[in-house]
């Protein structure tokens, strides 16, 4: 993801906004199953994400990297459909997600995920969202509050917030 | 027991991210996004389209109405009865004076009084009433 490339796509360059899709693909559809639990929704977050971000790239100016700057348009998505759903569908979701095929072949390895996939989806989504950003997409405190649209002290907050309540709930 | 708790902690979340990470979008998104936007743009069109032709149909019926050459309208307008009028005699055209008899300005005529002329004798005396005799000397019953 290149400043070139960037500015290509930004320009309307098909091949060059065909490339950033490409390299963000997974980026936003990992980030979308991690807040929504849900292979298909988190399919369709992934889809509304890219359209949004065609649709806004050329407003994108350099402050932050396009990978934070995009998982701020993908946060935005999630919420949005999050908010749609209800609670019926989102039982059946979260029932689906923990029986889907976990890649990983060890039993207990496999055992450990699925509960800490738990804890985390029982955390407020607040906490989920900032754990995610910071550990799992590997962004700083000030990108994720960047996508996040809050304070860095906040995000700082929040994420000890989430260790904590996660140390507790594995002991 | 708080480091153990860390490290374990730790772990979970090493393991859950390499899970996290193992996930991968089903397809390829640019061509799902692309063939979306054209869905999208042709739905539009299509959904807009009529209106838009029933739009363009009733301006050029207005247009049509309102600026059509006037020497081929087929429309049958009622035109009003004329107002029957006397007609103009010459005799009457004769008696009439010349145009340069007529002064340019209007003047009032030199025999005619500007103050209308009153003589207090023209006013009549009141009326006599009984209920305007005032002197109770003599009863009138």
Same mark, same amino acid.
């Given at each position: 993801m290149d400043e070139p490339t960037i500015e290509a $796509?930004?320009?309307g360059d098909r091949a060059a906004q065909t490339s950033l899709i490409g390299a963000l693909q997974d980026v936003w559809y990992r980030f979308a199953l991690g807040l929504l639990r849900?292979?298909?929704q $988190? $399919?369709?977050a992934a889809q509304e994400t890219a359209l949004r971000f065609l649709r806004d790239l050329p407003k994108f100016k350099g402050g932050s990297t396009i990978k934070t700057w995009s998982l701020g348009i993908a946060l935005n998505v999630a919420r949005e459909q999050r908010r749609r759903r209800t609670w019926a569908s989102e039982s059946a979701a979260s029932g689906e997600a923990s029986d889907s095929p976990s890649p990983l072949a060890e039993a207990d390895r496999a055992e450990q995920v699925g509960r800490i996939r738990q804890l985390l989806a029982d955390l407020p989504d607040r906490q989920r969202e900032a754990l995610l950003l910071r550990f799992f997409e590997d962004l700083s405190v000030d990108e $994720?509050?960047?996508a996040m649209n809050a304070a860095p002290g906040t995000i700082k907050a929040t994420v000890h917030q989430a260790l904590r309540s996660l140390r507790n709930k594995l002991m | 027991m708080a480091p153990y708790q860390m490290s374990q902690l730790r772990k979970q979340l090493q393991n859950a991210k390499a899970d996290y990470e193992s996930a991968k979008y089903p397809g390829d998104l640019a061509a799902d996004v692309f063939a979306r936007q054209a869905t999208r743009s042709a739905s539009f069109w299509r959904q807009t389209a009529p209106y838009i032709a029933a739009a363009a149909c009733v301006a050029v019926i207005v247009g049509?109405?309102?600026y059509r050459p006037s020497g081929e309208t087929n429309i049958a307008v009622s035109v009003p009865p004329a107002?029957?009028?006397n007609a103009t005699s010459d005799s009457e055209l004769a008696a009439l004076p010349a145009p340069e008899a007529i002064p340019e300005s209007s003047t009032l005529p030199s025999d005619l009084p500007l103050v209308p002329s009153m003589s207090v004798e023209s006013i009549p005396s009141p009326p006599s009433?009984?209920?305007m005799?005032?002197?109770y000397d003599q009863p009138s019953f």
């Open positions: $796509a930004q320009n849900n292979p298909d $988190a $399919a369709d $994720a509050a960047k | 049509w109405a309102f107002i029957q009028t009433m009984a209920s005799d005032l002197s």
